[in-house]
């Protein structure tokens, strides 16, 4: 069963004004999941004077009772547990227990940021001219989220809670590939006592939406998880109204293995987070940079697990991986596999679409060795399943090569000296390092990038920040 998307605005589930629908297509066969609203300008203009009339009263709302709602969300994303992750699995092919765990990430960020509503606290400072300066923080106003398709209950989850515990209204456009997995945490929102009007969902074609939220000058505020090209576009857009924006964007993960480090443990470790939703992960690591010394059993025992992988349904309990979330993607990853093969490097495993898999975008899960560093999978970001591995001599060299891109969302290492993970944290160029680790998002810490992978943070006290304006008042006496 296919949970109906719907529009929700101004606390009422409904159509598009023009009535047009569009198809979900579920990745794992290809067949058609169902339908969703696709929206428009008529209904961009409807949800905005909506969340104006929400702002002016959920800004009022003492943070003590924001934290209440948040908290309420955060239950019935727990009571909803597992339809959340079914909706999910249909939508984008991801195995259902990875779902079920991305459900439980999301409801985190409400509990957090409820607490986060509850201290939002100002500052006061002696004037040197007398009296006091007072600093206080207000929310900025009407915020617009777009989110991308790999995590669709975590990224919107990250936008809505932070924004909610500020006292904003939001406006949420989802991926046309999951609307329904959207359709249901929008619904939890409304559930745990979210007002009329302050949290919104359209669903629909970004072409038709989004141009139409970007001109809104009641907008003050938006929120992307995507691409770099299209964060430069919104990039430019908000220019014109000056709108407040927050961008996590593309990344391009380094991993650099020390000749100390567990070569087998890391090399199953590495390829079980490389080949988690198929890859599609803005911080999945996608470049290996490992020392000649344990290069050799590092390939062997990633190999042997990319190999150990079952591909099928995602609703099967026996599947480890599932399909890419769109033709368009399979097609890139299938055609940026041939083009690494034809540069010279050498193919481990993988490297094809499945034998006998004649529907779904299923792909293998693909390793090389000796992949030429001008490659253009050492540039780009793969986002799919393919995977290089390259060996290094020298710790200098290395990280040049790991920073040898205009991204810096993640970037992760191996050693088990400590004196050489403080240098790596140091010297690797990201926003985000893992040491010994790939658990690098979390609720209560700040998640986000440097130069081509965005700006603002999400997760931590950092990110309730980014929907605030701070305000100096100056008491004299009279």
């Known amino acids: 069963m296919y949970h109906p998307p719907a529009l929700l605005i101004d606390g009422v589930w409904r159509e598009a004004a023009s009535g047009r629908r ?14 969703a609203p696709a929206a428009g300008a ?4 409807a949800a905005v004077a909506a969340a104006e009339a929400g702002f002016r009263r959920w800004r009022q709302t003492h943070g003590w009772e924001r934290g209440k709602v948040l908290r309420a969300i955060a239950r019935r994303m727990e009571a909803r547990r597992d339809e959340l992750a079914r909706a999910l699995s249909l939508e984008i092919g991801r195995p259902l227990s990875q779902s079920a765990a991305e459900v439980q990430i999301a409801l985190e960020q409400f509990d957090w940021f409820a607490g986060e509503a509850e201290r939002l606290f100002g500052e006061t400072i002696a004037s040197r001219q007398g009296g006091q300066l007072l600093v206080t923080h207000e929310p900025v106003g009407i915020a617009a989220a777009f989110t991308a398709w790999n995590f669709p209950i975590n990224l919107l989850a990250r936008k809505i809670a932070p924004a909610l515990a500020a006292g904003c209204a939001i406006i949420c ?9 959207a359709t249901i945490l929008l619904e939890c929102c409304v559930e745990g006592g979210a007002p009329a009007g302050v949290v919104q969902l359209l669903t629909g074609k970004a072409a038709e939406i989004v141009p139409a939220i970007m001109a809104a000058p009641a907008v003050r505020k938006i929120s992307l998880t995507g691409s770099t090209a299209v964060g430069r576009r919104l990039l430019a857009a908000a220019a014109e109204t000056v709108k407040r924006c927050s961008m996590e964007l593309g990344g391009h993960s380094p991993v650099i293995v020390c000749e100390d480090a567990d070569a087998e443990a890391v090399g199953r470790l590495c390829a079980q987070f490389k080949f988690r939703n198929a890859g599609q992960v803005c911080i999945s690591p996608s470049r290996f940079y490992v020392h000649e010394a344990v290069a050799e059993r590092f390939s ?11 591909l099928g349904d995602p609703l099967q309990e026996a599947t480890t991986m599932g399909p890419l979330a769109t033709r368009k993607q399979l097609e890139r990853v299938e055609a940026l596999s041939a083009e690494t093969a034809a540069s010279g490097a050498k193919l481990l495993c993988g490297g094809r679409r499945p034998a ?3 529907k779904g975008y299923f792909f293998e899960p693909t390793v090389f060795a000796e992949v ?11 986002f799919g399943p393919v995977a290089p591995i390259n060996v290094f001599s020298d710790l200098d060299a290395a990280i040049a090569r790991a920073n040898a891109t ?3 969302l993640a970037a992760y290492a191996f050693t088990g000296s400590l004196e050489r993970a403080q240098r790596l944290s140091r010297e690797l160029h990201s926003g985000m390092v893992g040491l010994n680790t790939f658990a690098i998002a979390h609720a209560e810490a700040p998640f986000g990038g440097i130069d081509q992978s965005g700006m603002g943070r999400e997760g931590g006290r950092q990110a309730i920040h980014d929907y605030l304006n701070v305000k100096l008042s100056h008491f004299m006496a009279a």
Do not use: H, K
């Not at 569009?22 to 339908?35: C, K, R």
């Not at 062997?300 to 079952?310: D, N, Q, W």
């Open 406 to 408: 205009d991204y810096g």
């Open 173 to 181: 456009r989802p991926s046309e590939q999951a609307p329904a997995t």
């Open 42 to 45: 008529a209904d961009v203009q």
């Open 300 to 310: 062997a025992a990633f190999v042997a697990f990319a190999r150990g992988l079952s």
């Open 372 to 382: 030429p560093d001008g490659a253009r999978l050492m540039r780009e970001e793969p």
């Open 22 to 35: 569009m198809a979900v297509i579920n990745p794992a066969n290809e067949e058609v999941l169902g339908e």
């Open 356 to 358: 006998g898999r004649n």
